[in-house]
Each structure stands twice: as structure tokens, then as C-alpha cells.
């Protein structure tokens, strides 16, 4: 028989979410997205996508994240160990959302082409800024 060493595991640096919690997240992502969505219509009425003020608004999200982030743990009664998957359940119905939108009702992004073009590329950057942001702000649970 071989020799079975028992070893203790560390604690996980990402609790698990309860179905609440999933169910609440989707709810704050289904809403995230119809706010966004509006938004982001409005901002590339107003040129927002256009020369250096696209490099502002990729900043500005970059600034804002964490603090959606944070605004998101009580809505969603979430942990700071549950950030990482708490934004992954929202970024993923969100992103449902606009996938589903951009092939079936694009005007909801703007009434033409550029416009929608600048809300997706404003959509990925702040997915891709939210997981990055998430990761650094997630925290191991307290010993």
C-alpha cells in the first residue's frame, strides 16, 4: 500500500458564491448592462469616441472600476475573497446581454455603425479592466 501523507490545504483565496448570491449577480448584471448600454449610447452621441476623449473615457473606466467593484460586494452580498467570481457571474450575464443585443438590436449602442463599433470596444475594455481590477482587489480571508 503507499504512503498517503496527509496535507492541509491553504484556506481558498476565492470562497465559493451561494445561489443567491448567483442569482443576485445576475440581476446586478442584467441591470449593469441595460445602464451601460444607455450610457454608452448617450457618450457616443456626444463624441465620446472620438480622438483623445475615447483615451479619457478608457481612463475614467479604469478609475471607476474599483469602485463599482466595491459598491458591488453589498448589493450582491458578496465577500472580498468572492470578488474575482462574483465579477466573472456578472461579466458573463452581462456580456450575454450584449452579445444578444449587438446581433439583434444594435441601435440600442447608437444609430450607426462607429457608434456601436465604440460602445463594443468601450464594453470589452471595461470587461478586460473589471477581471484585471478584480484580481488585485480580492482579498484572502483573515486567519
Known sequence: MADQTHTTSPSPR???LSRNQIIRLAIVGIVTWYAVGVLLAWLGGVGAYNGSARLIMYAVIVLA???LLFALMPLA???????VLATS???ATASLCDGLALAWLPQIYG???????GAGGTILWGVGAACLISFF???EPKS
Open 65 to 67: 472600476t474599483p469602485a
Open 89 to 91: 457571474v456578472l461579466i
Open 14 to 16: 476565492h470562497a465559493p
Open 77 to 83: 452580498g458578496i465577500a472580498r475573497n468572492q470578488l
Open 111 to 117: 444609430g450607426s455603425l462607429p457608434m456601436v463599433a
Open 137 to 139: 482587489v480580492n482579498q
